[in-house]
């Protein structure tokens, strides 16, 4: 038995985190952003557990086992594998820890592939709720299951996994998304440290994007929440700052040092010519993805 599926990266523009609602499918967060066209694709195989078998799985990450694999190892024990064995393999094309949601991208794919596998005949909305609350379980994120379960250019508007949670996606024209990326921070020390300063901007920021629903806004807003919460560094201002004598707008990934500017496709070279003068960043071209996390045809 085999599946692949597939979860977007998503970037968070700006937000405020949701954490006294009880029961962690009612954790998360509000805020706004995107997903991209670039992610991660997982591939479980299973088969009967033989005698040989020291653990029940493998996990491997772009064809290596890696250390810390708390998230994929959660979403393992969720479903019932007991007399199988089960063989990961993430393939990630997002940088790790750059503000990219892979967390939540690792736990939404693999949650989908196992479903499909083993033919649980879970619902979709419920294998989803099962990656949101490993998300919240290991601090890894909030609202990013929510996001990528969706897809595409959005406003979380009620926290919570998918089935509880409801963003209102915003339709737009074709742009490109071309991201600068420096490198990692720890979303659980940062939202450990900065979350009173990060709640008291983040909800009124969504409800003023819910007036305009402006992709343009949600790029200075993203800056100005960034600047609020002080994870701007040096270079970061300095990408930002040539952005904008330029006239191009940009946003902040968070969390990790990542600016992002979604720009029409006509201004592509203008913005890879000005990010190519930093050569110690990643740069990376994309566009939206509007299908959200599903399973691919194997």
Known sequence: MMSTAFCPAHITGFFKAELNKGE?????????????????????????????????????????????????????????????????????????????????AVAL????????????????????????????????????????????????????????????KISLNKISIIMICFSPISTRKFIKEKLPRINGLGGKMVNKLLESKNYEHFQEMSLEFAKYVNVMTPRMNKVVDELSQNNIKCGIALFGETIFSMIPKENENKVLKILEKFSDGIIIKSELDDIGARVLNN
């Open 24 to 104: 962690s499918k009612r954790l998360g967060s509000l805020g706004a952003g995107f997903s991209i066209q670039k992610g991660v694709k997982t591939t479980v195989t299973i088969r009967n557990k033989t005698k040989h078998d020291i653990s029940n799985f493998t996990i491997k990450v772009n064809g290596f086992e890696s250390g810390d694999m708390k998230v994929s190892e959660l979403i393992l024990s969720k479903f019932s594998t007991k007399t199988k064995y089960v063989n990961v393999m993430h393939e990630i094309d997002v940088p790790v820890g750059y503000g990219f949601g892979c967390s939540a």
């Open 109 to 168: 794919s693999l949650a989908i592939a196992l479903n499909d596998a083993l033919d649980c005949k879970l619902s979709k909305i419920q294998v989803a709720q099962i990656a949101h609350d490993v998300e919240i379980e290991c601090k890894t994120g909030l609202g990013d299951v929510l996001a990528s379960y969706y897809g595409g250019f959005e406003i979380r508007d009620k926290p919570g996994a998918p089935g509880i949670g409801h963003v209102q």
